[in-house]
């Protein structure tokens, strides 16, 4: 049993276009998160989600919009994207929001032609 | 703002040699420390973590940090390099509601 699941893996697609990524966690958390790993690797979080309450929304472009509906799924949502908008995003979760270990998922790796 | 900065992108030893990779935090409270490793194509995989019980930690696969205030490190260390132990390692420090990443080290282990 895959204990935090996205998919797709794997994203091929223009410039301009909308696309979705979708990530459950089957641990019983309270928080999840999205986090973009670049091409150097350094990952940011981008947002956090307790029992479907947005807590954290970092500097990021109104083009990405999160949706939990409900606190075992932390979906993401991208339009209009862009050649910078390419890099890998993990979903990730945690038992609450006190700072406890992340459960990450396998990653989505968006590239935007 | 608590963050954490590791010294070094890369890190190169030999099999068998001993590994050190190196982590220093910024935190005004006692912070909660935690150690990852990443295989290619593969999400982050918790190897150890500092929650302020024991300052010396164990974690998987042979590794081990030891947590120093008054050095604001947490440095990761293993005795002897495998080859499977080729990944990317970052080292991480739990905020109020989310969790600040160092820029990663990529270990290198040479036959």
């Known amino acids: 049993d895959t204990a935090v699941s996205q998919t797709p893996k794997y994203l091929v697609t223009q410039m301009g276009n909308d696309k979705s990524i979708k990530c459950e966690q089957n641990?019983?958390?309270?928080?999840m998160y999205w986090y973009k790993q670049d091409s150097k690797k350094f990952l940011k979080i981008m947002f956090s989600?307790?029992?479907?309450?947005?807590?954290i929304n970092e500097t990021v472009p109104n083009r990405f919009s999160p949706k939990s509906p409900d606190k075992a799924h932390l979906n993401l949502h991208i339009n209009s994207l862009e050649l910078g908008d390419s890099a890998v995003y993990f979903c990730a979760s945690s038992q609450d929001a006190g700072g406890g270990e992340l459960f990450f998922g396998e990653g989505s790796r968006l590239t935007v032609l | 703002a608590q963050s954490v900065t590791q010294l070094g992108s890369h890190v190169s030893v030999s099999e068998g040699a001993l590994v050190l990779l190196r982590c220093n935090y910024s935190?005004?409270?006692?912070?909660?420390l935690f150690w990852y490793v990443q295989y290619p194509n593969q999400g982050l995989q918790l190897l150890l973590k500092y929650t302020s019980a024991a300052t010396l930690v164990k974690g998987i696969n042979g590794f081990e940090a030891e947590f120093k205030k008054s050095e604001t490190s947490f440095h990761l260390t293993k005795p002897s390099a495998h080859m499977s132990d080729a990944a990317e390692y970052f080292c991480a420090v739990s905020g109020a509601n989310d969790m600040r990443f160092g820029a990663g080290t990529r270990l290198t282990v040479k036959p």
């Open positions: 989600y307790n029992n479907k309450e947005l807590i």
């Open positions: 935190s005004s409270v006692p912070p909660y």
């Open positions: 641990l019983g958390h309270d928080t």
